[in-house]
């Protein structure tokens, strides 16, 4: 064992000092990974706000204060034009999800629901967009029912409001109608009333009153799809730099063959299994090494939060498993390095693209995931992202980690019997 | 120590070793001496348990190099370099005597030592990568002692070596020949046969022709010597078994002003066993 564990050591010492060997193996992955996640997330969309353009006629304190309520919170986005005819066209190209539209008056009414009614407003929205349209509407109702909420929930304002109508009520004279006048002069002085005997101060008002009683009791929704794109772009990270580790040490132990190594260690009293368990060893332990590195780099950076730590450990145990298989059997397939390097890669590219290593496999239709399953690729995806994402359970964990150790005693098996020990060409 | 008992190895139809019998005593130096593909390299990987005849049998130690036990008493510098690049002299070293067995303090001790017999104590912590073909030569020589083998096993060590090192490298060998260790020391230049090895075992085609000191086999098959005098006479050219008789002989009748002597060499021993030169 210690034989093996020296050996190992020294195949992982020849890998830190390898240059080109060691980005691809570490650095590579994370590049690839980052990179896509951040693509998927553009196209995504997922959860960011609203943008919408608006127009504001009024240009009133009353106006911006409205603007200023719609925009509270992280649902919208409000960017003021003047142009109304350029806001028209944004909405037309695409570029925002509405117009919306503030006409002169609208301070005024905002200010005083009660004496003028709700203020008009207008929302151009392409009609496509249906989801947004809602709850735009209801972001927007929101905000126009704001202003009677503050009133209700300050005496101050609301007796203020209640004298201030009153005054215009004289005004207005024989203007108004005077079954109207009527009760508005009935109505007024008794709400007046009740507002001075109104508790003053904080949870005064009619706020208190007029809290809805609701309690609240989470039941977590039923995740099918990933939080991020990083959930998917990691796994698939994690699959190139294990195709780069079984390269990489695939065509290291040709390389001990061609450089006269491999026959100094055969004259050495270790065995040809504890040649191979050193590499394999190796093999394994970087395979680990880089899943480990990049989920620690998805979880910091990206927020990529796996479901199940303990399931993910035996996904990536697994994957490595298939893949120093997998090394072994590269090593046999060429003589020189060259030819191992290339032909080891031409397989490992067509199983990456075969199992979702390039384009993630839900985005292919159901015949090509199908296909798909000969790749031990597919596999490593699949129990990462079962961990990750997709909520396996320990049953459900059992296939894809089954296939993979499979692939895995399988290919090694093969490799060992192939490998050729002497440098015979 | 290490004997071959009518060894014979065929790679489909070429014959590298054909019915080879030695034995290699403790303590001494054996030459094995041959033109290319004479078939040293197969021999040496029959020695060390790479290869297993097809006929025979090889012995060393009461046992077989195949068994791992056996090969821990041996140490082999391959013909072609057999070093990690990307590892330091130090780190090759020690990783190789590790894979014999050493550990801890031993290790590093004899490590060290051997890096210093070689001469690359002042390298050792430079990656292999960086040496000159002499230095890796020698560092490749290093790898194969660390562990103080009783055999050490010497495939061409001074294969595209300067004069330096190849100096260094036969310095390093008697010193380790001084230390009792056995060596087998591959080679196809007759000079470095001549100059280091007690006994010279001559193979061509695979086969044993001749084994015995270099002396013993100039006089077997050396041929005559070749006498060179200036008389007041002349010059002579005489070829002689005895030219000390010749020279008496000559200088009973003639006033001898000078002579030259020329003794076969393993050249000519080569070229009378086998018809051929060395370099053919
Ligand atoms: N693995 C092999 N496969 C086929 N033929 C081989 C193999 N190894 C050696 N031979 C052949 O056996 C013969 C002896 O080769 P060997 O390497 O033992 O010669 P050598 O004396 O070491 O030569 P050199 O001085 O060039 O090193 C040669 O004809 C060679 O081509
Ligand atoms: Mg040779």
Same mark, same amino acid.
């Given at each position: 064992?210690?034989?093996?564990? *020296?050996?190992?050591?020294?195949?992982?010492?020849?890998?830190?000092?390898?240059?080109?060997?060691?980005?691809?193996?570490?650095?590579?992955?994370?590049?690839?990974?980052?990179?896509?996640?951040?693509?998927?997330?553009? @196209?995504?969309?997922?959860?960011?706000?609203?943008?919408?353009?608006? &127009?504001?006629?009024?240009?009133?304190?009353?106006?911006?204060?409205?603007?200023?309520?719609?925009?509270?919170?992280?649902?919208?986005?409000?960017?003021?034009?003047?142009?109304?005819? #350029?806001?028209?066209? #944004?909405?037309?190209?695409?570029?925002?999800?509405?117009?919306?539209?503030?006409?002169?008056?609208?301070?005024?009414?905002?200010?005083?629901?009660?004496?003028?009614?709700?203020?008009?407003?207008?929302?151009?929205?392409?009609?496509?967009?249906? *989801?947004?349209?809602?709850?735009?509407?209801?972001?927007?109702?929101?905000?126009?029912?704001?202003? %009677?909420?503050?009133?209700?929930?300050?005496?101050?304002?609301?007796?203020?409001?209640?004298?201030?109508?009153?005054?215009?009520?004289? @005004?207005?004279?024989?203007?108004?109608?005077?079954?109207?006048?009527?009760?508005?002069?009935?109505?007024?002085?008794?709400?007046?009333?009740?507002?001075?005997?109104?508790?003053?101060?904080?949870?005064?008002?009619?706020?208190?009153?007029?809290?809805?009683?609701?309690?609240?009791?989470?039941?977590?929704?039923?995740?099918?799809?990933?939080?991020?794109?990083?959930?998917?772009?990691?796994?698939?990270?994690?699959?190139?730099?294990?195709?780069?580790?079984?390269?990489?040490?695939?065509?290291?132990?040709?390389?001990?063959?061609?450089?006269?190594?491999?026959?100094?260690?055969?004259?050495?009293? &270790?065995?040809?299994?504890?040649?191979?368990?050193?590499? #394999?060893?190796?093999?394994?332990?970087?395979?680990?090494?880089?899943?480990?590195?990049?989920?620690?780099?998805?979880?910091?950076?990206?927020?990529?939060?796996?479901?199940? +730590?303990?399931?993910?450990?035996?996904?990536?145990?697994?994957?490595?498993?298939?893949?120093?298989?997998?090394?072994?059997?590269?090593?046999?397939?060429?003589?020189?390095?060259? #030819?191992?390097?290339?032909?080891?890669?031409?397989?490992?590219?067509?199983?990456?693209?075969?199992?979702?290593?390039?384009?993630?496999?839900?985005?292919?239709?159901? +015949?090509?995931?199908?296909?798909?399953?000969?790749?031990?690729?597919?596999?490593?995806?699949?129990?990462?992202?079962?961990?990750?994402?997709?909520?396996?359970?320990?049953?459900?964990?059992?296939?894809?980690?089954? &296939?993979?150790?499979?692939?895995?005693?399988?290919?090694?098996?093969?490799? %060992?019997?192939?490998?050729?020990?002497?440098?015979?060409? | 120590?290490?004997?071959?008992?009518?060894?014979?190895?065929?790679?489909?139809? !070429?014959?590298?070793?054909?019915?080879?019998?030695?034995?290699?005593?403790?303590?001494?130096?054996?030459?094995?001496?041959?033109?290319?593909?004479?078939?040293?390299?197969?021999?040496?990987?029959?020695?060390?348990?790479?290869?297993?005849?097809?006929?025979?049998?090889?012995?060393?130690?009461?046992?077989?190099?195949?068994?791992?036990?056996?090969?821990?008493?041996?140490?082999?510098?391959?013909?072609?370099?057999?070093?990690?690049?990307?590892? !330091?002299?130090?780190?090759?070293?020690?990783?190789?005597?590790?894979?014999?067995?050493?550990?801890?303090a031993p290790l590093r001790q004899r490590s060290a030592q051997a890096i210093a017999l070689v001469g690359l104590d002042d390298r050792r912590r430079q990656r292999a990568g960086t040496y000159s073909g002499g230095m890796k030569r020698r560092l490749n020589l290093a790898a194969a002692i660390a562990h103080e083998p009783e055999l050490l096993i010497l495939d061409e060590p001074t294969a595209g070596v300067d004069p330096q090192s190849r100096n260094a490298i036969f310095e390093n060998i008697v010193a380790?020949?001084?230390?009792?260790?056995?060596?087998?020391?591959?080679?196809?230049?007759?000079?470095?046969?001549?100059?280091?090895?007690?006994?010279?075992?001559?193979?061509?085609?695979?086969?044993?022709?001749?084994?015995?000191?270099?002396?013993?086999?100039?006089?077997?098959?050396?041929?005559?010597?070749?006498?060179?005098?200036?008389?007041?006479?002349?010059?002579? !050219?005489?070829?002689?078994?005895?030219?000390?008789?010749?020279?008496?002989?000559?200088?009973?009748?003639?006033?001898?002003?000078?002579?030259?002597?020329?003794?076969?060499?393993?050249?000519?021993?080569?070229?009378?066993?086998?018809?051929?030169?060395?370099?053919?």
């Amino acid at each position: 064992m210690d034989a093996v564990l *020296a050996l190992a050591l020294k195949d992982l010492r020849l890998l830190l000092r390898d240059r080109v060997g060691f980005f691809f193996t570490f650095f590579f992955p994370i590049l690839y990974a980052s990179f896509f996640g951040m693509i998927f997330s553009g @196209q995504a969309g997922q959860r960011s706000a609203i943008r919408i353009h608006v &127009v504001d006629h009024d240009a009133t304190p009353e106006s911006r204060r409205f603007v200023e309520r719609l925009a509270a919170g992280d649902r919208l986005e409000c960017a003021m034009v003047e142009n109304e005819a #350029a806001a028209n066209d #944004a909405v037309r190209r695409g570029r925002v999800a509405a117009c919306l539209v503030l006409p002169r008056g609208f301070g005024a009414r905002y200010a005083h629901p009660f004496a003028r009614g709700l203020p008009e407003i207008e929302l151009r929205i392409d009609p496509s967009r249906a *989801a947004e349209s809602g709850m735009l509407q209801g972001l927007l109702a929101g905000a126009l029912f704001g202003s %009677v909420q503050d009133l209700m929930t300050d005496p101050n304002a609301l007796g203020a409001m209640v004298d201030q109508s009153l005054a215009e009520l004289d @005004q207005a004279g024989s203007q108004v109608d005077p079954l109207i006048s009527g009760a508005l002069r009935a109505f007024l002085p008794a709400l007046r009333a009740f507002v001075e005997r109104m508790p003053r101060g904080a949870g005064g008002g009619l706020a208190g009153a007029m809290e809805p009683k609701i309690t609240i009791t989470p039941i977590e929704r039923q995740r099918f799809g990933p939080r991020n794109a990083y959930e998917i772009s990691f796994p698939q990270g994690i699959v190139w730099g294990m195709l780069g580790c079984a390269a990489g040490f695939g065509i290291a132990l040709v390389q001990e063959r061609t450089r006269g190594t491999l026959m100094r260690l055969r004259i050495s009293p &270790v065995s040809p299994y504890q040649i191979l368990a050193g590499k #394999a060893l190796a093999c394994f332990l970087t395979t680990v090494l880089v899943a480990g590195l990049l989920l620690g780099f998805g979880y910091v950076v990206f927020g990529v939060r796996p479901g199940s +730590w303990p399931l993910l450990s035996v996904a990536v145990l697994c994957a490595a498993v298939a893949f120093v298989g997998i090394m072994q059997l590269l090593s046999v397939l060429g003589r020189t390095e060259q #030819a191992a390097g290339g032909i080891g890669w031409a397989i490992l590219t067509v199983m990456a693209m075969l199992g979702g290593g390039m384009v993630p496999l839900f985005f292919m239709p159901t +015949w090509m995931q199908q296909i798909g399953s000969i790749s031990p690729v597919k596999w490593v995806v699949y129990a990462l992202e079962g961990a990750i994402w997709r909520g396996f359970s320990p049953a459900e964990m059992l296939l894809p980690c089954g &296939v993979l150790v499979a692939i895995g005693v399988v290919t090694f098996a093969i490799g %060992v019997r192939a490998f050729s020990w002497s440098d015979a060409r | 120590m290490l004997a071959f008992h009518n060894v014979r190895k065929a790679f489909r139809a !070429t014959v590298a070793v054909d019915g080879l019998s030695l034995e290699v005593r403790r303590g001494e130096v054996l030459g094995l001496l041959g033109p290319n593909g004479a078939g040293k390299t197969t021999s040496v990987n029959l020695a060390v348990g790479l290869l297993a005849p097809d006929q025979g049998r090889v012995e060393f130690a009461g046992g077989s190099p195949q068994q791992a036990a056996v090969r821990r008493r041996m140490g082999v510098a391959p013909q072609s370099l057999a070093i990690y690049d990307e590892l !330091t002299g130090e780190e090759n070293v020690q990783f190789f005597a590790r894979m014999h067995g050493l550990r801890g303090a031993p290790l590093r001790q004899r490590s060290a030592q051997a890096i210093a017999l070689v001469g690359l104590d002042d390298r050792r912590r430079q990656r292999a990568g960086t040496y000159s073909g002499g230095m890796k030569r020698r560092l490749n020589l290093a790898a194969a002692i660390a562990h103080e083998p009783e055999l050490l096993i010497l495939d061409e060590p001074t294969a595209g070596v300067d004069p330096q090192s190849r100096n260094a490298i036969f310095e390093n060998i008697v010193a380790l020949r001084a230390r009792g260790v056995t060596v087998i020391y591959t080679t196809h230049y007759m000079e470095e046969a001549e100059r280091l090895c007690d006994r010279v075992a001559i193979v061509d085609r695979g086969r044993l022709l001749a084994l015995d000191t270099v002396r013993g086999l100039v006089a077997a098959h050396g041929g005559h010597s070749r006498l060179h005098a200036v008389t007041e006479r002349g010059e002579h !050219t005489i070829e002689a078994d005895d030219p000390v008789a010749e020279l008496n002989r000559l200088q009973a009748s003639e006033r001898l002003l000078r002579f030259e002597l020329e003794r076969p060499s393993l050249e000519a021993v080569f070229l009378n066993l086998t018809g051929r030169t060395l370099r053919d």
